[in-house]
Nanobody, 121 residues
């Protein structure tokens, strides 16, 4: 069993910056892809950014040039550096990881509990 815990959310003014962290713990054989999703009230959950074990990254168009996803494999941690924040970035942000707890096991997703990001003046 793997647990993901996010931190770093909060209230920030438009144009400001925030750094989210996600740390995985438990039985971990290998983490393949880590991702950040977000969900605003009344809207579908949206994939924001992904990073593979080889540190290839991808972003939804709306955050390109503003957000940076990274990972520290030694710490089983991913980060989402958010800059030039806009009110439309307001959402609950969820950490996700695709992983195996044991060799040969089917890959599965683990989710964090979410952290609120509010961009408002």
């Amino acid at each position: 069993q793997v647990q993901l815990v996010e931190s770093g959310g909060g209230l920030v003014q438009p144009g400001g910056s925030l750094r989210l962290s996600c740390t995985a713990s438990g039985i971990i054989f290998s983490i393949y892809t880590m991702a950040w999703y977000r969900q605003a009230p009344g809207k579908q959950r949206e994939l924001v950014a992904t990073i593979t074990s080889g540190k290839n990254t991808n972003y939804v168009d709306s955050v390109k040039g503003r957000f940076t996803i990274s990972r520290d494999n030694a710490k089983n941690t991913s980060y989402l550096q958010m800059s030039s924040l806009k009110p439309e970035d307001t959402a609950i942000y969820y950490c996700n990881a695709t992983l195996r707890s044991r060799p040969g096991e089917v890959m599965y997703n683990s989710w964090g509990q979410g952290t609120q990001v509010t961009v408002s003046s």
